[in-house]
């Protein structure tokens, strides 16, 4: 075991911790993606209108074309699963939580929760700066920092080697 892994082990409760959390947001990625695949009307584009900020641009560009949308919905829904799957499972999951920081970096960037910018959709709460896709962005790279499925999960089967 690396340096790392063996102060993970030495105290459990942080342990337990960083797997729990890499679990939960595991479930939130993998909900989010099944739910979008299995719903045959959903579309990233209602988002991508609503859009202010830095990528409004880029977002109408991508609307309004139907290849454009498509390679978004796909990337949404195959991607949100695939980095939910693989946190859950403990499998790839430094690679995928950096994946996941992107994912939600982006939808973060989308749709800032600046002072000055309105959106169509209601909002789960107010927010100014911080909301919780920079919270989960933030929490993912505890995940990355940490990993925790080279002790807990699948990655613990297919690697012996060092960690960085």
């Not at 342990?15 to 947001?25: D, E």
């Not at 959903?42 to 390679?71: C, H, N, Q, R």
């Not at 799957?85 to 994946?99: D, E, H, N, P, V």
Request: net charge negative; proline share 4%.
């Amino acid at each position: 075991m690396s340096g790392l892994d063996s102060s993970i082990v030495k105290n459990k409760c942080q342990l337990y911790g960083l797997v729990t959390l890499r679990v939960l947001i595991g479930w939130h990625f993998l909900y989010e993606g099944v739910s979008k695949l299995i719903n045959p009307y959903w579309s990233s584009a209602a988002y991508l209108l609503d859009s202010k900020w830095l990528f409004s641009g880029l977002a109408e560009t991508i609307v309004s074309d139907p290849v454009l949308l498509s390679i978004s919905d796909s990337v949404n829904m195959w991607g949100l699963t695939l980095v939910g799957a693989s946190l859950l499972l403990g499998l790839f999951s430094r690679y995928t939580a950096l994946i996941g920081m992107g994912f939600v970096i982006l939808y973060y960037l989308f749709a800032p929760p600046f002072l000055g910018l309105e959106y169509s959709k209601p909002g789960e709460g107010s927010y100014l700066i911080v909301n919780k896709n920079l919270i989960e962005a933030c929490a993912l790279w505890i995940i990355y920092s940490f990993p925790t499925s080279h002790v807990i999960g699948l990655d613990r089967f297919l690697s012996n080697q060092e960690l960085n």
